[in-house]
Structure formats: C-alpha cells, structure tokens
C-alpha cells in the first residue's frame, strides 16, 4: 500500500508566497488601467476647464476697445462718467489681485471693455456737427431691451453705442431714445459726451455696435476655487468655471497681445497630496504657493495667447 504524505510546511510557504506573487500582478493589471482612466479624466478635466475660461475670455479680449480711445485719460473723458466701468484706465486694464480668500496676485485682475455685434445698421449717411444726433436704422439693438430704468442712464453700459465706420473713430455714444416716422422707420437718438471740434461721419450700412465691460479673477468658492466675472449689467459677480486655481494676465502692447495662463484642477481628490512638473513650472514661474486643499488634486497648466485687433 502508498505511504499518504502530507504538505511540508516549507512547501505551504512557497506556494503561499506564489500566489501572493500571482494575485499581485493580477491585481496590478487591474488597477493600472484604472490608475491610467483616472490620470486621463484629470487631463481631460484640466483641459476643459481652462478651454472654457478661453471661451468666455476670446470674444471679449478680441473686441476690446473697438471704438474706443486707447489711452487711459481720452477713454475717461470721451465717457465723462465716474462710475464703473467708464472710470477705469482704459479699455484694458491688468492688476493685481489682493483678496483675502486668495491672497496677493500679480495680474491676476482684468478689466476689458469691448463691443458686441447688433446687427442693426444705419440706413443713410449722418454728418454729425453738434453732440446729438438721430440715425435712421434697420432693427434695433438687442441690448436696448435689456436696459434697466435709471435715474442715470448714462451709467448704463447697455446704453452705450459704437459706429463701425464712424469718422474720426474712437468716439462713444449713449443712446437717448428711439422715434419712427410716418412710414415706420426706426430712428435711435444719441449723444456725445465729449467731441472735437471736427464734424463726425456716420456712412450709409455702418454697423452699430453695442458696448459691453466685464471684469475676472479667482475667488474662493466653498473648498474649492473658481473663475468668477462681473459683466457691469447689475448682476454682480458670479461663478463662471469651478476648479480654476490661478489665472494670469500680460499685455504686450507693442505686438498687441494678451497672454493668459491658467492652472485648473482635475476630476478626481486624492487622499495624499499630488505632485506634477505643472505645479512646480507654476511655483517658479509666479512664486506661488499653491493652496493646501489644490495640492490634492492633478493640476494642469495651459496658455492662450489672445490678439488685440483694436489697439
């Protein structure tokens, strides 16, 4: 008969430690793909949320000062209001941001004034000698509808106009009423604030353009940070991209430029604190340390260069 012969002890070691090994790289061929998914989500997030900050940024900064006197002086006297955003240094202005949420930022803080198409056009040519004058036109802008009834209209953006072929450019004009004639044409009536002493050109099928302003920078938003705007309508600032943890502004006025840098999180919070070359690329070149709750996140760093057609 055959001797029965049990397992050594040595032997149920080796076997142990085998299929430990195996289950390892099982396990390990599971969850790499899983670690990869993640990684691409955050990428995939980051991406979104600074092409989303271009977004909103892109059609501002490429209308910027269209009309409008560049310099920081004539852009004040031309509107010849005290208020927002017909006080600020032009129609393009960079600073710092110092909040106590954020923190000290340089250029992190911009202002831009810019146009918005109408699609209302004038229906003959004006000479315009005095500050006021009535312009027969096709349609009427949509921003007039928006305007809220105030005891200062002039210190509503949405009543103020550009001409697109006006000359001499660069002369603002606030809207005063709206009247039809006997066969049902559409006249808006304006107003200069300031003007030379030359006549003013108004030509025949000129676009008349609306005038829009908004400010932007980073605040804190609960845990986490946000891109927050303020468009100069009455509604204050608002939440527009969550997940952006710093922006960036810098002008480049003699090649008409505006760089903007963004640093935005990625989809997933991870318990320890994550390191990337985007962290440190930011570290050095801004001298920021980056907030404690940010670090457990994937960052990402993304730039976009914006031209300044109108400067």
Same mark, same amino acid.
């Given at each position: 008969?055959?001797? $029965? ?49 271009? $977004? ?33 240094? =032009? ?11 954020? =923190?000290?930022?340089?250029? !992190? ?20 000698? %005095? ?7 096709? %349609? ?6 928006? =305007? ?31 009247? !039809?004639? !006997? ?26 353009? =609306? ?24 509604? %204050? ?28 999180? %990625? ?45």
């Amino acid at each position: 008969m055959k001797k $029965s012969r049990a397992f050594s002890l040595v032997e149920l070691l080796v076997s142990s430690m085998i299929a430990s090994m195996l289950l390892f790289g099982l396990a390990g061929m599971v969850y790499l793909p899983i670690r990869l998914m993640q990684h691409n989500d955050d990428i995939d997030a980051a991406l979104s949320r600074a092409e989303t900050v271009f $977004s909103i940024l892109r059609n501002p900064l490429e209308y910027c000062g269209y009309g409008l006197p560049k310099d920081e002086t004539a852009y004040r006297e031309y509107f010849g209001v005290s208020a927002s955003p017909f006080n600020w240094p =032009g129609p393009l202005s960079i600073s710092l941001s110092d909040r106590k949420d954020t =923190g000290r930022r340089d250029n !992190a803080s911009c202002k831009i004034t810019y146009a918005t198409e109408t699609k209302c056009r004038t229906l003959s040519q004006e000479i315009v000698s %005095g500050d006021r004058f009535k312009v027969g036109v096709s %349609g009427t802008p949509s921003q007039l509808l928006m =305007g809220a009834k105030d005891a200062a209209p002039e210190t509503i953006i949405q009543n103020w106009f550009v001409f697109g072929a006006m000359m001499p450019r660069c002369v603002p004009a606030m809207y005063t009423g709206k009247s !039809a004639d !006997a066969e049902g044409n559409t006249y808006l009536s304006f107003k200069f604030k300031k003007l030379d002493s030359e006549p003013v050109s108004i030509p025949e099928n000129d676009e008349v353009f =609306g005038l829009r302003a908004i400010e932007c920078e980073i605040r804190k938003r609960n845990d986490d940070f946000a891109l927050f705007t303020n468009d100069q309508t009455g509604s %204050g600032w608002q939440p527009r991209v969550d997940g952006v943890i710093d922006i960036r502004f810098a002008l480049d006025r003699e090649k008409r430029l505006v760089t903007v840098d963004t640093l935005t999180r %990625g989809a997933h919070r991870y318990k320890t604190a994550v390191t990337s070359g985007a962290q440190e690329e930011w570290r050095k070149k801004y001298g920021e340390v980056i907030p404690e709750e940010s670090r457990h996140y994937r960052l990402a760093a993304n730039t976009a260069v914006f031209e300044l057609k109108n400067f």
